[in-house]
């Protein structure tokens, strides 16, 4: 009797390891059709934005030529029209570049270096320059660590960070600030500025993907902050905000030290 049952505890055994070897070999299938799909998917997103790239570029090019050209010809009617074709063009390509970023945040495989995070916000400071100089803002900040990264990446996060706090201050005299400090094993950041603020029920939603908080008279496409909170997860940090209404905004999020 207990040479059966261990005969048949054995065969039982073995079927389990049998079947944990095919779920195991399944699995791995599984991954490389998933790797592939993405791949194709990155392929596709990146033709679909050149593409698309192409033709509204064109419409925003010959739009130009025909305000140009028709200038004193044209009645308040078209000239009205060619602006809102314009802006169209621009707001699309804005949507393009957005959704390319977003999805390499998405898929893009870690590959960390030293990364400077004074020549970080030097970048995005050169690419936030055309809305600080038409609000008149104001940005300062404090010295800035190294940490482990991807240039770019990060770069593109202070950009969005920056243009966001002075596209939504809502005042005449935009303040941004920017600091950081080290807390155990990790660098936090904050961005902080001097808006009108967030209610606490609506903070959840701004980092949700083509959501916004407020209608057409604010710019954007409601992938800036989805991009930003992307990328700091993408670099195995997090990010939040700490907002209340009439008191501004700060985002915070963290990153790894580069020792």
Known sequence: MGNSEATRTEEEIQRLSNALDEMTLRCLDMQKRLERANAGFEEFVS?????????????????????????????????????????????????????????????????????????????????????????????????????SGDFETLAKVLHHLIRNAIEYCGRQDPRVHMSSKRVDSDWVFSVQDNGPGIDPAFQRRIFEVFQRLHGKEYPGNGLGLAFCRKAIEWHGGRMWIESAPGAGSTFYFTLPPCD
């Open 47 to 147: 033709r679909a934005a050149h593409n698309l790239r192409e033709p509204l570029r064109e419409v925003a090019s010959l739009s130009q030529l025909v305000a140009e050209t028709g200038a004193g010809r044209l009645d308040a009617d078209s000239r009205l029209f060619l602006e809102r074709i314009q802006e169209g063009a621009a707001r699309m390509q804005s949507v393009l570049t957005d959704v390319v970023d977003f999805w390499v945040a998405e898929t893009a495989r870690r590959q960390f270096f030293r990364v400077d995070m004074e020549g970080a916000l030097r970048q995005a400071l050169l690419s936030a320059d055309k809305q600080i100089t038409e609000r008149g803002a104001v940005f300062t900040h404090d010295p800035l660590p190294t940490v």
